[in-house]
């Protein structure tokens, strides 16, 4: 007896007798949309939704289902799946985890002692699965100065405040009431984020500002922050939804990722049959596939560009693409 319960961002299948409970997990989140387990049920359980519409925004719905009367939970597509997006328990226990491994090789390390903590990765991960984590000392304690504004020559105009590159300059406003009329009551400079560089005082019309900076004769006196010392912090990659692209990779300045992908071989867009609906563009992972844009009238440019060094030949493309325009050709890693 097979039980299925859908909620907002998956469903789960359960098997019930006297004998054995087994459960399938599928999360909506993590998916990405491949068709892996689609084309690797042994008994075609699985039907794929309208990828394109979905990732596009056109249609709410999940992009696969599984007809819970057809499934037996063998548990082959939880053992395929490149991303972690099913799990099947057997007894309470993750059966995936306990062989520690998936069928389809694929794996991401981050080498610490050699990372920077630059956050390029972060901000290269198309999934949003890297957080850098980093602390630094405050800057006022690479910074030395003294900053001062004559309240009597100042007339609160903010042309200091606007000019300032920290930002260090705030001009307080008043309650504005038939007795005061006045719309600021004071102007302060935040100390701790202000580096003295002395822009205020110049652009200050009416001379009201005087900043002194000290770091120059007083440089071999300010301690140089050094990496993992007095600059802390990690990086944390979440596997649940790392899909293996290998942008990180790519973009770490000192090679302190390294990354597995599952799959090689190739990419083949027909473009002669493209209809350049954008499809494979919004539903790609790794945001490999692009619609290129004509830098010169009648420019003759291809329908759709790929960058096969982050394409994890997922697959997700040929599934949304609506009018088979885009071939793969893949085998696993040896």
């Not at 075609?44 to 696969?64: D, E, F, Q, S, T």
């Not at 999934?127 to 020559?153: F, Q, Y």
Request: aromatic share 6%; net charge negative; with cysteine.
């Amino acid at each position: 007896m097979h039980i299925k319960e859908a909620y907002h961002d998956g469903f789960k299948i359960y098997s019930i007798n006297t004998d054995k409970k087994r459960k399938l997990s599928w999360n909506d989140d993590i998916c990405v949309g491949c068709g892996i387990c689609h084309d690797i049920c042994p008994v075609n359980a699985i039907h794929m939704g309208p990828l394109g519409a979905i990732a596009k925004g056109n249609v709410r719905a999940p992009k696969l289902d599984i007809d819970e009367n057809q499934c037996v939970l063998c548990g082959v597509c939880s053992f395929a799946c490149p991303f972690g997006a099913f799990s099947l328990d057997a007894y309470g226990q993750d059966l995936v985890k306990i062989m520690e491994k998936n069928a389809l090789p694929n794996n991401i390390s981050v080498t610490q002692e050699e990372c920077i903590l630059c956050k390029q990765c972060e901000l290269a991960c198309p999934r949003e699965a890297i957080d850098v984590v980093r602390e630094m000392p405050e800057r006022k304690t690479l910074v030395i100065g003294e900053i001062s504004i004559d309240k009597d020559k100042c007339v609160y105009c903010g042309i200091c405040a606007e000019y300032c590159p920290a930002d260090a300059i705030n001009l307080i406003p008043n309650e504005i009431s038939p007795l005061t009329l006045k719309p600021y009551k004071d102007i302060v400079v935040d100390t701790d984020a202000c580096v003295f560089c002395k822009v205020c005082e110049i652009a200050c019309p009416h001379n009201a500002i005087e900043a002194i900076c000290y770091k120059c004769p007083w440089d071999k006196k300010i301690e140089k922050p050094v990496l993992y010392e007095t600059i802390t912090g990690y990086t944390n990659i979440d596997k649940k939804y790392c899909v293996y692209c290998g942008r990180c990779e790519i973009t770490c300045p000192t090679d302190a990722i390294e990354v597995e992908k599952p799959f090689e071989g190739e990419l083949i867009i027909h473009n002669d049959i493209c209809n350049v609906c954008g499809a494979c563009v919004a539903i790609c992972p790794c945001n490999a596939l692009d619609i290129p844009k004509m830098e010169e009238p009648a420019q003759k440019i291809p329908k759709v560009i790929l960058n096969s060094d982050v394409c994890i030949l997922c697959g997700a493309c040929t599934h949304a693409c609506p009018v088979d325009a885009i071939e793969i050709r893949r085998e696993l890693k040896k």
